[in-house]
Nanobody, 127 residues
Framework: QVQLVESGGGSVQAGGSLRLSCATSRLPGSISYMGWFRQAPGKEREGVASINTHSQTTYYADSVKGRFTISQEIAMNAVYLQMNSLKPEDTAMYYC????????????????????WGQGTQVTISS
């Protein structure tokens, strides 16, 4: 079992920044992908950013490219999401998730690829 704990959410004005953190209980080598997802009320869960924990290759949704950065700190068993130039449409509950082989992989932005999820942290951006 992998435990994931998010932190760092909050309320900021448009144009501001937030840094989300996700602490994992699992040794880094056993997780192949970490992802950040978000879900706004009435909307489907959306893949925001993902990272291959072995190659450090990163993937971003078009809506956040150039504004968000996902990174991994192996020594701390942690993944971060730096969010800059925030917009009101970024308002959502943000979740981190882990893909652990041999569970089936549907793609980096497909929630079905990630069996393990954190409890979420709320991000609210005011205009």
């Amino acid at each position: 079992q992998v435990q994931l704990v998010e932190s760092g959410g909050g309320s900021v004005q448009a144009g501001g920044s937030l840094r989300l953190s996700c602490a994992t209980s699992r040794l880094p080598g056993s997780i192949s992908y970490m992802g950040w997802f978000r879900q706004a009320p009435g909307k489907e869960r959306e893949g925001v950013a993902s990272i291959n924990t072995h190659s450090q290759t990163t993937y971003y949704a078009d809506s956040v490219k150039g504004r968000f950065t996902i990174s991994q700190e192996i020594a701390m068993n942690a993944v971060y999401l730096q969010m800059n130039s925030l917009k009101p449409e970024d308002t959502a509950m943000y979740y981190c998730a882990a893909h652990v082989p041999p569970s089936r992989f549907y793609g980096v932005r497909d929630p079905r690829s990630y069996v393990h999820w954190g409890q979420g942290t709320q991000v609210t951006i005011s205009s």
